[in-house]
């Protein structure tokens, strides 16, 4: 079934932890396949089911890996479900995952050459695939076979590019003196990355509003003595909330989706 072809990287995001064996099957089934398919962890510990910490980590790892590599992405609450299995074409590369609105956030910012629905069972580990695990038994031999060469068309039927899941991000509201956002992101450290890019803020000073509570910004974690509070852009190019030492969010008890408001000086 494979053509020959140079064979591409495939980047594997899950919620899937590391404790139990899921990640290492997933990995045996590519390497079944091919096993010089080069394999990156980009992370596996996405909180379970959160669709937007998926969109968030894919939109912002994407620009950094090579032309053409696959990214296989499991975070899949809806498995089992009416919902669609996909791979899409894009210009720098390629995505194999559930059409569940977790690539809405790389496809903003690049959008997608061809889809299809991933309905050709001659590619899947076994055609009466498992109803909880379709990482094992399609998602990762499609990805295995789009890497070593197997064309897009090939893997199912081609399908409108306009049909697919989008899980947009909300759009800040801006006015003249304030933006008001929300959290978007919160990542290892606690840190509060908000919707709000760094275009909207540069060149000006300004400070967070949450809950009352008056946050200044910054350039880096080390303006502010240990355990106090700033808002600066992170390396992820958006406004983020974080403590010196300290986890932010656990420090204001915010989640995805809480607003906050920067206030220009």
Known sequence: MMQPSKTKAIAILT???????????MKGVIATINPSIPIIDLTHFIPPQQIWAARFCLMNA??????????????????????????IECSRGYLVGPDNGLFSGILAQEPAIKAVSLTNTDYWRIPNVSSTF?????????????ASGVSLEALGEVI?????????????????????????????????????????????????????????????YSDIAPGEMIT???????????????????????????????VFQ
């Not at 499991?74 to 479900?81: A, L």
């Open 15 to 25: 919620d899937f932890g590391l404790q139990d064996g899921y990640v290492g099957i």
């Open 62 to 87: 994407y620009p950094y890996f090579p032309q053409d590599t696959v990214f296989l992405a499991v975070v899949d609450p809806g498995v089992g479900s009416e919902r669609r299995s996909v791979a």
């Open 134 to 146: 379709h990482g094992r038994d399609i998602f990762s031999p499609v990805a295995a076979y789009l």
């Open 160 to 220: 409108p590019i306009t049909s697919l899941v989008n899980f947009p991000l909300p759009s800040p509201h801006i006015t003249e003196k304030k933006i008001k956002g929300i959290i978007q992101y919160i990542d290892h450290f606690g840190n509060l990355i908000t919707n709000i890019s760094s275009h909207q803020v540069k060149g000006k000073k300004w400070s967070i509003d949450v809950n009352d509570i008056m946050i200044k910004s910054g350039c880096t």
């Open 232 to 262: 600066l852009i992170g390396s992820h190019g958006w406004v983020e909330i974080a403590i010196n030492g300290g986890n932010a969010q656990e420090k204001l008890q915010l989640k995805w989706g809480d607003k906050i408001t920067v």
